[in-house]
């Protein structure tokens, strides 16, 4: 039966929760919002930690908080003529066929990431007090930040491992 634990599992973990910790606390002073930069730091995981993936998901990502801002004003323009409710899917649905569309020619823009970002964006604007500008910096800076440093902690604990 194989080990439950590994060493290298252990070290990692405990690092990275450091790292969260601190970064975590950082955000807080900074009274900025972390949902966006953790978002940024699952799908690195989901993506098997592949650097190749960053620009996808972090453009992405984007994308898909700059579509929140779109949807508004779409919403806006047109819901005198077709409804709030039909604004809302036509322009969800016009969201989707780009992606569908486009995944294969602009993939750093239009990816599953961008339909993330899109959808939690929506959710957290009712109930936010924050700017989406905010979130896309948090996104991109933080979230940068995540990635990087989780390729840090991998290369730190392959040392210290070596060493032992």
């Given at each position: 039966?194989?080990?439950?634990?590994?060493?290298?599992?252990?070290?990692?973990?405990?690092?990275?929760?450091?790292f969260?910790?601190?970064?975590?606390?950082?955000?807080a002073?900074?009274?900025?919002?972390?949902?966006?930069?953790?978002?940024?730091?699952?799908?690195?995981?989901?993506?098997?930690?592949d650097?190749?993936?960053?620009?996808?998901?972090?453009?992405?990502?984007l994308?898909?908080?700059?579509?929140?801002?779109?949807?508004?004003?779409?919403?806006?323009?047109?819901?005198?003529?077709?409804?709030?409710?039909?604004?809302?899917?036509?322009?969800?649905?016009?969201?989707?066929?780009?992606?569908?569309?486009?995944?294969?020619?602009?993939?750093?823009?239009?990816?599953?990431?961008?339909?993330?970002?899109?959808?939690?964006?929506?959710?957290?604007?009712?109930?936010?007090?924050?700017?989406?500008?905010i979130?896309?910096?948090?996104?991109l800076?933080?979230?940068g930040?995540?990635?990087l440093?989780?390729?840090?902690?991998?290369?730190?604990?392959?040392?210290?491992?070596?060493?032992?």
């Amino acid at each position: 039966m194989d080990k439950i634990f590994t060493k290298k599992g252990l070290l990692f973990g405990l690092l990275l929760v450091v790292f969260i910790i601190i970064f975590e606390l950082i955000i807080a002073r900074l009274s900025l919002p972390a949902w966006p930069a953790f978002m940024v730091m699952i799908f690195f995981f989901v993506a098997h930690e592949d650097i190749k993936q960053a620009p996808n998901i972090l453009i992405g990502g984007l994308t898909g908080i700059s579509c929140v801002m779109l949807s508004t004003a779409f919403i806006e323009i047109f819901q005198p003529v077709i409804g709030h409710e039909a604004a809302k899917l036509t322009f969800i649905g016009l969201f989707v066929f780009a992606i569908v569309l486009m995944k294969d020619t602009l993939p750093y823009v239009f990816n599953a990431f961008a339909f993330m970002f899109f959808l939690v964006s929506a959710i957290a604007l009712p109930a936010s007090n924050v700017s989406p500008f905010i979130w896309m910096g948090v996104e991109l800076v933080f979230g940068g930040i995540f990635i990087l440093g989780i390729l840090g902690i991998n290369r730190l604990v392959d040392l210290i491992l070596r060493e032992n």
